[in-house]
Nanobody, 115 residues
Framework: QVQLVESGGGLVQPGGSLRLSCAAS????????MGWYRQLPGKQRDLVAT???????NYADSVKGRFTISRDNAKNTLHLQMNSLKPEDTAVYYC?????????WGQGTQVTVSS
């Protein structure tokens, strides 16, 4: 069992920046593929960005060039740097850890982009 705890969400104006973090409670963090997803009420949970155990990244087209996913394996932490935020980025952001048949989710952190 892996526990994931997100932090860093909040209210930001359009054009602003936020940095999300996800702390993972596992001693084998380096073996997990990690990702950020987001969800609006009543909508499906959509991929934002993923990073493999060897550091390869993948982004949704809507966030390419604005968001950067990274991982700190020494601290068992995942990050999402979000720049040039838009109102349409407003959602609950979830951290995900995947390995083999296992998939774990955090509780989510709210990001609201509004003036």
């Amino acid at each position: 069992q892996v526990q994931l705890v997100e932090s860093g969400g909040g209210l930001v104006q359009p054009g602003g920046s936020l940095r999300l973090s996800c702390a993972a409670s596992t001693t084998i963090f380096t073996l997990y593929a990690m990702g950020w997803y987001r969800q609006l009420p009543g909508k499906q949970r959509d991929l934002v960005a993923t990073i493999t155990s060897d550091g390869s990244t993948n982004y949704a087209d809507s966030v390419k060039g604005r968001f950067t996913i990274s991982r700190d394996n020494a601290k068992n932490t995942l990050h999402l740097q979000m720049n040039s935020l838009k109102p349409e980025d407003t959602a609950v952001y979830y951290c995900n850890a995947k390995r083999l048949v296992w998939s774990y989710w955090g509780q989510g952190t709210q990001v609201t982009v509004s003036s």
